[in-house]
């Protein structure tokens, strides 16, 4: 991935993750995540962009003020990135830190494998 694309990606995919409006997020996840996108966590697996969508939602209906922040820029390998994030809450300035690796196929998000740093 060129730094263009790849700084794309890493804005994009952070303004997905903060964006509260279900209609501008799912358009956002249109312009980088593969409609069929696999997200892979500990604890589960989301199978598709309304998957995701439904999700973040289930985020912010938790914690209003949940915020997700990219703690270093994206690096890229082939057809990989990585991004490492903290997600911050109100008053709380770490409640959880980790990394994404993506996994590009025909130039979108095809598998997203979520790895969240031990409390």
Do not use: C
């Amino acid at each position: 991935m060129d730094a263009q694309a790849i700084n794309y990606l890493q804005q994009t995919h952070t303004a997905v993750w903060n964006e509260k409006d279900r209609t501008t997020r799912d358009a956002l996840m249109q312009t980088i995540y593969a409609d069929d996108i696999k997200m892979y966590d500990k604890d589960f697996i989301l199978t598709d962009i309304s998957a995701v969508s439904d999700f973040i939602d289930k985020l912010f209906a938790d914690d209003a003020d949940f915020n997700f922040v990219a703690t270093k820029p994206m690096e890229s390998t082939q057809n990989g990135a990585r991004l490492f994030w903290d997600i911050r809450s109100g008053s709380q300035p770490n409640v959880l830190t980790g990394m994404d690796f993506f996994v590009i196929e025909n130039g979108k998000v095809a598998h997203l494998f979520v790895f969240m740093d031990a409390q």
